[in-house]
């Protein structure tokens, strides 16, 4: 099952560039969804959550289209400490307590 | 900060072993989970609990099983190692309600079966 789909990348792009990553999901009653930031050869970390008004953070905005049922990240001003593979993930409400990850886009920022 | 600590950060196993992976949270949360990532697959759940003694099985059982005796440790246990069970293990916990704000990981264990 492909519960949470996203766009594999690898998304190249400049300093200083803005990047959005999308992601779909599945659920329609999914409840909660977030943003993890992995780097290579690290373990996940949770970047942010997504809240249904669309959140911000620094350079890092996420959205959430609940009647499209897609996610967004969007990166401003990119650094090179940007790259690395962001997963969307996803709560879905019939799974108890599972988190559903996505398989990841890839960033690569360049000097 | 929440830890989960996983035992080891690489292991080498020859096939048919036995193998234990151990995880061990500080934060006294109640659900507890294992995945493995492999490339181009991500992250697949393989069993995880919301309890001591209580487990479920997630997406790929098949070839492990668990163990929770303690609220702060879930061991995951390769019965019979083989070669396809090389990958990237992960470790995760959090509260029940914090299944809202997602997880915790582990620094994950490499697992390369020979």
């Known amino acids: 099952r492909k519960e949470v789909e996203q766009d594999p990348g690898p998304f190249n792009v400049p300093e200083g560039a803005t990047v959005a990553f999308n992601c779909t999901y599945s659920?329609?009653?999914?409840?909660?969804f977030f943003w993890y930031r992995q780097d290579c050869r690290k373990e996940p970390k949770l970047l942010m959550s997504v809240y249904s008004s669309g959140n911000e953070d620094g350079r890092f905005t996420a959205q959430l289209n609940r009647a499209s049922q897609y996610i967004s990240l969007l990166i401003r001003d990119s650094k090179l400490s940007d790259s690395a593979t962001y997963l969307c993930?996803?709560?879905?409400?019939?799974?108890?307590?599972?988190?559903?990850f996505g398989k990841g886009t890839s960033l690569l920022v360049t000097p | 900060d929440v830890k989960v600590t996983q035992s080891s950060r690489y292991l080498v196993k020859r096939t048919g072993e036995k193998v234990f992976l151990e995880c061990v949270q500080d934060m006294d949360h109640e659900n507890m989970f294992w995945y493995r990532q492999d490339p181009g697959l991500g992250l697949r759940l393989i069993y995880f609990?919301?309890?001591?003694?209580?487990?479920e099985k997630g997406d790929i059982p098949e070839g492990y099983s668990v163990s929770r005796e303690k609220k702060e440790r879930f061991s995951l246990i390769l019965e019979s190692a083989s070669t396809n069970q090389t990958s990237m293990y992960l470790c995760?916990?959090?509260?029940?309600?914090?299944?809202?704000?997602?997880?915790?990981f582990g620094s994950g264990t490499r697992l390369t079966v020979v």
């Open positions: 993930v996803v709560n879905p409400s019939n799974s108890g307590y599972a988190l559903n």
């Open positions: 609990s919301y309890d001591v003694k209580m487990k």
């Open positions: 995760a916990s959090s509260f029940p309600a914090q299944a809202n704000y997602g997880y915790t």
């Open positions: 659920n329609s009653a999914s409840q909660s």
